[in-house]
C-alpha cells in the first residue's frame, strides 16, 4: 500500500480510469472545437478546399478555443490554490 491506503492493484486501475477520463474530456473539447469551427467557418461547399477566408476563420477559432482552455485552467489553478490557502488557514485555526 502507498500513502493513499490503496493496494497497488487499486492504484492502478485508479491511475487507468484517471487516463481514460482524461482522453475523453481531451475527445470532448476536440469535437466541440470542431463542430464550433465548422459552424461558424465553413459555409461554401462548392469546392474541395477552404477559401482564404475560410481557412484564416478555422485558424483563428481555433486559436481562440486554445486561448479560452488555457485561460480557463489558469483560474481553476489559482481557485484551488486559493481554497487550499483557506482550508490551511481554517486547519491552523482550530
Do not use: P, W
Amino acid at each position: 500500500m502507498d500513502g493513499s491506503g490503496l493496494s497497488a492493484a487499486e492504484t492502478r486501475e485508479l491511475e487507468q480510469r484517471m487516463q481514460k477520463r482524461q482522453v475523453k474530456e481531451f475527445l470532448g473539447f476536440f469535437s466541440n472545437l470542431v463542430d464550433d469551427c465548422f459552424t461558424s467557418c465553413i459555409d461554401d461547399f462548392t469546392s474541395k478546399s477552404l477559401s482564404t477566408r475560410e481557412s484564416g476563420c478555422v485558424t483563428r477559432c481555433v486559436q481562440k478555443h486554445f486561448a479560452l482552455s488555457q485561460r480557463l485552467s489558469e483560474r481553476f489553478q489559482e481557485h484551488n490554490a486559493r481554497m487550499t490557502e483557506q482550508m490551511q488557514q481554517q486547519g491552523q485555526l482550530r
